[in-house]
């Protein structure tokens, strides 16, 4: 018996009797409100605890001999495929041509619908190939030796006549291009760049009468470096650049960075991401290069790798317990205030208080005088206790907390007689004995 007595002063939390504790309309309000924050809270916190979050580390890249992706998706509006072509060169200058690289290019309507495709199986256009590179810094052509022969037969082949002719039409009716495809390059610095290179300098001064009437702008659907991960922003993607009364050379310069993206299942992504800096080269009036759009990318010897973790529950229960506490108890102080409120609205004024001066006069609260007289009114609040106990300290203390518990107000006559206390109006079973209810008040 001890041990339990012993353990029950420990009770944190006692529990009061059912017919003292007084439910409200403003509490149900309160704890309804309060079940709702806490369930999407609890919703929140969840969600929260199961979401993975990255973790970023670098360190020196020892990657060799591995092939670079590169993924390209765009849409040239005022060229037609005809006149387009896909060249890469890496740092030494050499022309990779021999890429196992899939490229595939669209034609295009004047309102960017599809109505025709072609495959490249190089990089650039079968009938216009060339045996030199173009430079990557002027875009010259360097088709001399074959210019030089077509311009002493005097004339061009019928293959460059009807080219001519397809072209200027493809042109008048508004056609554009789109290429997309995956070049896989060397692992080295180069560039890759989208231009009319693959024409004979004759070819296209016939076909646009002068460089600056070739038109490059264009529109970035993708350009990517690699498989994408949770989170990557390429940032030329959705680029547009469309030009207007003038031609140029655009020039991105792109600097790489390797990175390796691993989940929480232990699976390895190898990609790249990249930063990027645009120049653009207007066009002059004797200037013999040719408008072009360049990739110029490098790579950078740090690798960052991206490593996806989840929180521990030990957090997620600390976090719950904080959220979860501190909305209970919020809820507690709203509903004590708002109960306090609505006692202060709807409670009745109190009688004055009376008193008796030297000659036996009563005086009430403002300092006058009153008639003597049996029909003094005091507020009592009633309640529905179903006994009174007899008179001592404890019973008072019972019957004074009962009745201040209570939000029902009746009122009744006290007699002048101090030691006898009639209530008629209230709900006490017994009339109390030696006036202790009298005392209490």
């Given at each position: 018996m ?7 002063s420990?009770?944190a939390?006692p529990?009061?009797?059912?017919h ?19 369930a999407t ?13 990255t973790?970023?580390q670098?360190?020196?890249?020892l990657?060799r ?23 890469a ?6 022309h ?5 690289t ?5 034609r ?26 173009p ?8 088709h001399d ?7 002493s ?5 019928q293959a460059a006549?009807?080219?001519?002719k397809?072209?200027k ?12 495809g ?9 560039n890759?760049?989208i231009?009319?290179?693959g024409l ?19 529109i970035?659907?993708?350009?990517s470096?690699g498989?994408k ?7 030329l993607?959705?680029t547009?650049?469309i ?10 310069y792109?600097?790489i960075v ?8 232990k699976?390895?992504?190898s990609t790249n991401?990249f ?5 653009f080269?207007?066009m ?5 290069s ?5 990739f ?14 989840r ?19 919020l809820?507690?102080?709203l509903?004590r ?5 609505v ?7 109190k ?7 030297r ?9 006058n005088?009153?008639?003597?007289g049996d ?7 009633s309640t529905?206790v ?5 008179e001592g300290e404890?019973?008072?203390?019972f019957?004074?907390?009962s ?13 002048k007689?101090?030691t ?17 209810l009298?005392?209490?008040?």
């Amino acid at each position: 018996m001890r041990v339990r007595q012993a353990l029950k002063s420990l009770d944190a939390f006692p529990r009061a009797e059912e017919h003292l504790l007084q439910k409200t309309q403003s509490g149900a309000l309160v704890s309804v409100v309060g079940l709702l924050i806490m369930a999407t809270l609890f919703v929140h916190e969840l969600r929260y605890y199961l979401t993975t979050y990255t973790v970023h580390q670098m360190a020196v890249d020892l990657k060799r001999g591995e092939t670079l992706p590169i993924h390209i998706n765009m849409t040239f509006p005022a060229l037609p495929c005809d006149v387009l072509s896909v060249d890469a060169i890496d740092m030494s200058g050499k022309h990779e041509v021999d890429l196992d690289t899939n490229i595939w290019k669209l034609r295009l309507n004047s309102h960017g619908h599809i109505i025709g495709t072609e495959y490249l199986s190089d990089l650039v256009e079968k009938e216009h190939s060339h045996k030199h590179e173009p430079s990557p810094d002027d875009g010259k052509d360097n088709h001399d030796d074959k210019d030089q022969e077509i311009h002493s037969q005097g004339g061009f082949d019928q293959a460059a006549e009807d080219l001519i002719k397809r072209v200027k039409h493809a042109i008048a009716n508004g056609e554009g291009c789109r290429v997309f495809g995956v070049l896989d390059v060397q692992r080295v610095a180069g560039n890759f760049h989208i231009s009319v290179h693959g024409l004979n300098i004759f070819v296209a001064q016939m076909i646009f009468g002068g460089s600056k009437n070739v038109n490059v702008s264009h529109i970035i659907h993708d350009l990517s470096f690699g498989p994408k991960y949770p989170g990557i922003h390429n940032p030329l993607d959705g680029t547009d650049r469309i030009l207007h009364d003038t031609s140029g050379t655009f020039k991105y310069y792109i600097k790489i960075v390797p990175t390796e993206y691993r989940y929480i299942s232990k699976e390895v992504l190898s990609t790249n991401q990249f930063s990027v800096t645009e120049y653009f080269s207007p066009m002059k009036q004797f200037d013999r290069s040719w408008p072009a759009v360049y990739f110029l990318y490098d790579l950078s010897p740090i690798t960052v790798t991206i490593k996806e973790e989840r929180r521990s529950f030990l957090h997620f229960i600390t976090r719950l317990c904080a959220v979860l506490g501190g909305t209970f108890a919020l809820t507690g102080m709203l509903d004590r205030w708002m109960y306090r409120f609505v006692e202060a609205l709807t409670a009745k004024p109190k009688a004055r208080s009376t008193g008796r001066n030297r000659e036996g006069a009563k005086i009430s609260s403002d300092g006058n005088k009153e008639e003597e007289g049996d029909g003094d009114v005091i507020i009592l609040c009633s309640t529905d206790v179903k006994q009174v106990v007899p008179e001592g300290e404890t019973e008072q203390k019972f019957i004074q907390n009962s009745f201040r518990g209570t939000a029902r107000s009746t009122r009744f006559k006290r007699t002048k007689r101090e030691t006898e206390c009639l209530v008629p109006f209230c709900s006490i079973p017994s009339h109390v004995p030696n006036g202790t209810l009298c005392q209490l008040l």
